[in-house]
């Protein structure tokens, strides 16, 4: 079975800086999705970022960025020029292609400091 | 327009009853999930449901019955609630072979 691991339960950053959150997954499989939701005060999941195992390139999104590392099972999202509104819970997770579940890790929860 | 909308957002209620969640959403997916997430915000997948036919039930206890009358909607029916049955719900909904899942806001549900 997978696993998402993510082993930074809390982070803080200070405005304008740039930080970095770590996710491990552990798979038998080559072919699968990842991605990065944010959850702030509000609730709401929100998609920040996917990548495509076969896809070598890192994703980008405006000042969100991946390193994904597939030999190594790692999927680390960089947040550039962070802001006030980045705080929030953040989700590393994991989908199968034989499958539609996602697999969250255990979250990371971003301060931002003024 | 929202996407993905759950009601109630917030359901308190005492051990024993029976509530139900209701979720529809408006993008045409084919695909409905419900997510539970615990008071640690560990989030981890309960039903799926794929044009109105269930496809995954992750070991969740027979007084959680999901009903999905159309593609559009899929409710959560729970009986006999516990104190363990508080958490948020969370719907979401995805094309077939999706690259990404639509979440709605959640349900809070307390159980006193």
């Known amino acids: 079975a997978q696993t998402v691991t993510q082993s930074q339960p809390e982070m803080s950053v200070q405005e304008a800086e740039t930080v970095t959150l770590s996710c491990t997954y552990d798979?038998?499989?080559?072919?699968?999705?990842l991605f990065w939701y944010k959850q702030p005060p509000s609730r709401q999941m929100i998609l920040v970022i996917r990548q495509e195992a076969y896809k070598q390139q890192n994703a980008t999104e405006n000042r969100f960025s991946v390193n994904f590392q597939k030999a190594a099972k790692s999927f680390s999202l960089k947040i550039s020029d962070s802001q006030l509104g980045d705080a929030a819970m953040y989700f590393c997770?994991?989908?199968?292609?034989?499958?539609?579940?996602?697999?969250f890790g255990t979250g990371t929860r971003l301060q931002v400091f003024p | 327009d929202t996407a993905v909308s759950q009601t109630p957002k917030y359901l308190v209620t005492q051990m024993g009853n029976d509530k139900s969640i209701k979720c529809e959403q408006n993008l045409g997916h084919d695909t409905m999930y419900w997510y539970k997430q615990d008071s640690k915000k560990f989030l981890k997948i309960m039903f799926s449901y794929n044009n109105k036919e269930l496809i995954i039930n992750e070991t969740v206890p027979n007084r959680f019955s999901p009903k999905s009358p159309d593609k559009a909607h899929l409710n959560l029916h729970i009986n006999s609630l516990e104190l363990g049955d508080s958490a948020v719900y969370f719907c979401?909904?995805?094309?077939?072979?999706?690259?990404?899942?639509?979440f709605g806001q959640g349900t809070r549900l307390t159980v006193v």
């Open positions: 798979t038998s499989e080559s072919d699968y999705y």
């Open positions: 997770a994991y989908r199968s292609l034989n499958t539609d579940k996602l697999i």
């Open positions: 979401a909904s995805s094309r077939t072979g999706f690259t990404e899942a639509f």
